[in-house]
């Protein structure tokens, strides 16, 4: 966790003090604590011209005078040291005393003037107090220098693991303590600043520039401490690297059980006569899930056996020794030529040899036959690199088959031909491996009660179920206790798995790790949208500070390296192939939770029990009383629930280093009308200075509930769900007060918002919008709006509200709810100029358009997504001229359309038709058939001849060498006895 910690208070220090407008200049601090300072320096001056006229007031300022002095020196001397430390306390009284006697002044005498100016400097001034401000940026840079060097040093170098472990454990709790201790001042300072407590905000500013130089320190020695250690990683060594896992793997062999088609694929492509050249073919998946046996199952098959040959099987593993690679190589190929007894003397001759030599040698056995070579457990291209060369290709049909869990490493080998990806086993299928270990398949039922529970939970996993059905074949078979190893025979499957599910993780690059342990906050089987963990690992700061990158460019490149090494699985893909939904394993889960917890970084809570310290909190469904943990929760930066709980939201107010709000909320226990009044009762902002992201469904219902965010200066998303009638938006206007925001989203309910004074550059989403406030002033402050959601009647004050739309030459995304849209597209709009020319997706809901106004649509120069939700009347749609030139996505849904004339020229580059509900539609036009580019035709809940006139038009785009897919999904028939049925799938 070294990188994330660096990479952590790298995006702290940037957000607080190096961005061009940060909330804490510190130029503006040290300016008000010399401006309070400059206030008691005049207190001299006002006490000569108030009380220079008034000789009875001398007495009872000399005694007024006494009295503060000694009541002052007890009082605040305690509170003084407690703040600087005792060493500040006696410069720092002088201030007090005038403080203090200010307001008890008024009718003092003249004479006690020189005695009372005399208890100050020689200019009233606490200069000495203020911390040396231009140290404290020179100290925030250097640190910022320090751990920028860090990162590259541990990101580029491949530093021994063994040589990292203690150096990575400092690094992690000396940044962690250090971020930890920085957020806690900034959180005093703000209070402070916010009541002109100068006494407090020096104070702070104090601990601050220590903790600064402490930290600074300590990264010059851990920064030396990294390149050293880079340094002597670069030197050479001899290194014996035993290949425990890849020998541990064989224990869990079984017979293949699934897999029949990538089976069947896997051999067509080894025996394929046609392809002469030599070929790689490679099984990519996760740790577990059976590519050995799988390969193993290919290399002893008969047809193979005859087909080659040569054959040799060598098993690579994360660490390999290039040398051993080739010696089992050439032991394979000498076993496989039957001549065995008159070549074991040369092979250990050879195992004297040098790499080259052994190279070579196996070169020379494989040259003119056809051979297939195994190379399981590829961990690298540099491993397929070290051997490749020593495979010639002679035209003969000679084969590489290689497993690996990183599909960048199948690529390369395979120079670009697509893997074959591993299946988890259905549930017959892991009813069947479970069996096979047990070498049977009846059971007491009882007994196959159990078993079936325990196989239920391996989720498809073909080592996990190994690894259970083991277990339980050595018990003895009475009830009580195969019950008692299923109670916890999950837990101990898990850990034996763990070994290898745990070699993916440790390979992971460094920026990765965080990224991956981070799926332990979400619910066991959830699917989880990706657009929603973009924005958390941006708000976590897993993603760093990349210029000239856009944030979900990096993210989609973290979650794209994370699937292509089978650690997370893709469940839901766009049209075009984009993830838009992720899911992961459980056994994996498994592992986000003991690594996370072993690194204090997660704890998953319910009922009561004790949460860790940890950076992240994630809550069951439990009830859980947040309040009686406070202590324990102070330092925490994320806090998430999955389902509706009954949680106080008061309780925010205590979690001072809050970065991450994510929850579900049920009932609730305010004792205010005002539940988002954030400046009073709740998520208060001078405790929440450090929130970046925000997300909160509300279900429940007590009264209406003010919407009143406040000055957030580093929140990046802020996302309310609940009932309209539940939230008042009118002061939604506050969120200008929010610099680096870039995703504003209400649900339920469309507000209002005032023009900003300024311009918002990073706002890129706004979700709902009340029509009346699409005005072209608001639209000119946030030019790089990409993602626009308007919902609302239209308005007589701004009737012709989507003109001012061209202000927006960003948008990328529309979607509009408005029953009187129609009068908004007939005026004066500039359809003919660039109007909205980066628009990509529109959709329009409950609109209430005529078909024919399509035309207008199409006129958008590069609208490749269309979805027409309840949004369009009348029976007949005859599309005009006018073409959507790059439409590549139409959706339909909620409609009444009847006749639909089209030809294939209307949607040239057309590649998914998606109709739902869509109950008078017969058929979809012929001349669909026409469009080279469609490939795939969707329906849900529609009529059988619809479906009907899909499959005829996928056979002529066969006909035509396309391979258009059609799907659908609860289609209505007839039955015999006339009854409207449905059809599941089909």
């Known amino acids: 966790m070294a990188y994330f910690a660096i990479t952590s208070l790298m995006e702290t220090l940037h957000l607080n003090f190096l961005q061009p407008e940060p909330p804490f200049p510190l130029d503006d601090l040290e300016a008000q604590i010399r401006d309070d300072n400059e206030n008691v320096s005049l207190l001299p001056e006002f006490l000569r011209s108030e009380i220079a006229n008034d000789d009875e007031a001398m007495k009872d300022l000399e005694d007024l005078e006494a009295e503060i002095r000694d009541v002052s020196l007890k009082v605040e001397k305690k509170r003084i040291e407690m703040a600087l430390g005792e060493g500040w306390t006696k410069l720092w009284l002088h201030g007090i005393v005038f403080n203090q006697a200010v307001n008890q002044t008024e009718s003092s005498s003249k004479n006690a003037r020189d005695s009372v100016q005399s208890c100050f400097p020689e200019d009233g001034r606490c200069t000495l107090l203020i911390p040396c401000l231009a140290e404290v940026k020179q100290k925030i840079v250097s640190l910022h220098g320090n751990l920028g060097l860090m990162q590259e040093v541990v990101e580029k170098s491949e530093i021994d693991a063994g040589a990292m472990k203690d150096v990575e454990a400092q690094i992690r709790d000396v940044l962690f303590k250090a971020e930890e201790r920085i957020e806690m001042e900034l959180s005093v300072i703000n209070l402070a600043k916010g009541q002109r407590d100068s006494v407090r905000m020096t104070a702070s500013m104090r601990r601050l520039q220590g903790i600064f130089n402490e930290a600074v320190k300590h990264t010059d020695y851990l920064k030396n401490e990294l390149i050293r250690l880079a340094k002597a990683d670069l030197e050479p060594q001899n290194i014996t690297v035993m290949r425990k896992f890849s020998r541990k793997a064989s224990k869990f062999d079984s017979r293949m059980v699934g897999c029949e088609e990538e089976f069947m694929k896997i051999l067509d492509q080894l025996t394929q006569q046609s392809a002469k050249k030599r070929r790689v073919v490679s099984i990519v998946g996760m740790g577990g899930i059976g590519k050995t046996t799988l390969a193993q199952k290919v290399y002893e098959d008969l047809t193979i056996a005859s087909h080659f040959d040569r054959r040799a099987w060598v098993s690579v593993s994360q660490q390999y020794n290039v040398e051993q690679m080739l010696q089992s190589l050439i032991g394979s190929v000498i076993a496989a030529s039957r001549d065995e007894l008159l070549e074991q003397r040369n092979v250990m001759d050879e195992q004297r040899n040098s790499k080259d030599k052994l190279a070579e040698n196996l070169r020379k056995r494989l040259m003119g036959q056809r051979y297939l070579i195994v190379m399981d457990d590829v961990w690298s291209t540099d491993a397929w690199d070290s051997v490749h060369r020593c495979f010639p290709d002679d035209n003969n049909g000679s084969r590489i088959l290689l497993t690996s869990r990183l599909k960048e490493v199948a690529e390369y080998a395979s120079s670009g031909n697509s893997p074959i990806y591993m299946p988890f086993l259905d549930a017959n299928e892991s009813w069947n491996l479970y069996c096979n270990v047990f070498g049977k398949k009846e059971f007491v039922l009882v007994f196959e009660q159990v078993g079936r529970d325990i196989v239920k939970k391996c989720k498809g996993l073909p080592l996990a179920i190994i690894v259970v059905a083991s277990l339980l074949s050595k018990t003895e078979e009475k009830v009580e206790k195969w019950k008692n190893v299923a109670k916890n025979v999950i837990d101990d ?351 329009f809901m409950e609109t209430n358009l005529p078909w024919n106004a399509m035309w207008l649509i199409a006129m958008l120069p590069n609208l490749e997504i269309l979805k027409l939700i309840h949004a369009c009347r009348g029976e007949k749609w005859k599309p005009s001229k006018r073409r959507f030139c790059r439409l590549k996505r139409l959706v339909i849904e909620n409609t009444r359309l009847r006749y639909w004339n089209v030809v294939g020229e209307h949607f040239p580059m057309l590649e998914c038709l998606e109709l739902r509900k869509c109950d008078y539609l017969q058929e979809i036009p012929s001349d669909f058939s026409d469009i080279n580019t469609l490939a795939l035709i969707q329906l849900n809940e529609c009529w059988d001849s619809l479906l009907a006139s899909a499959k005829w038009i996928q056979e002529e785009q066969h006909n035509y060498g396309n391979d258009t897919l059609v799907r659908s999904k609860d289609i209505w028939y007839f039955n015999e006895k006339g009854e409207i049925s449905t059809l599941k799938e089909g």
């Open 493 to 843: 499957s898990n850990e034996a798995c763990s070994e290898i599910l745990s070699l993916s993780y440790n390979q992971l690059p460094h920026h990765l790790k965080a990224c991956f342990l981070y799926f332990g906050v979400f619910p066991e089987d959830s699917e989880i949208p990706m657009k929603k963990l973009v924005k958390l690992w941006a708000a976590e700061g897993f993603l760093g500070v990349v210029k000239h990158r856009n944030m979900e460019e990096v993210a989609m490149e973290f979650l794209q390296d994370l699937v292509d090494r089978s650690l997370v699985i893709v469940s839901k893909q766009s049209h075009n192939g984009k993830i838009k939904a992720i899911k992961i394993h459980d056994l994996l889960r498994d592992l986000c939770l003991r690594e996370g917890g072993h690194k204090n970084l997660l704890s998953v809570i319910g009922g009561f029990t004790l949460p860790k310290r940890c950076h992240w909190i994630s809550i069951n469904p439990q009830y859980f009383n947040i309040k009686h943990f406070l202590e324990l929760f102070d330092k925490f930066h994320s806090l998430h629930s999955f389902e509706f709980i009954d949680l106080s939201i008061e309780a925010f107010c205590s979690f001072k280093l809050l970065r991450v709000v994510d929850m579900n909320l049920g009932h609730w226990n305010f004792g205010c009308r005002n539940l988002w009044d954030f400046g009073a009762r709740v998520l208060n902002t001078e405790n929440l200075i450090h929130l970046r992201y925000i997300a909160l469904s509300i279900n429940g219902k007590k009264f209406p509930l003010t919407l009143m965010p406040v000055e957030h200066w580093n929140i990046q998303s802020f996302i309310i769900r609940a009932r309209g009638d539940m939230l008042d938006t009118s002061q939604a206007y506050r969120i200008w007060k929010m610099p680096l925001l870039r995703n504003f989203y209400i649900e339920g309910i469309p507000f209002s918002l005032e023009t900003s004074g300024v311009v918002h550059r990073h706002l890129e989403t706004i979700s709902w919008l009340d029509p009346i406030c699409c005005t072209k002033d608001l639209f000119t402050k946030i030019p790089n709006l990409k993602k626009l959601g308007i919902r609302g009647r239209l308005s007589s004050e701004n009737p012709n509200y989507f003109n001012n739309f061209v202000q927006l030459g960003q948008l990328e995304k529309l979607s509009i709810k408005d029953p009187c849209l129609l009068s908004v597209l007939r005026s004066s709009i500039p359809w003919t100029t660039s109007f909205l020319p980066n628009l990509k997706k529109l959709k």
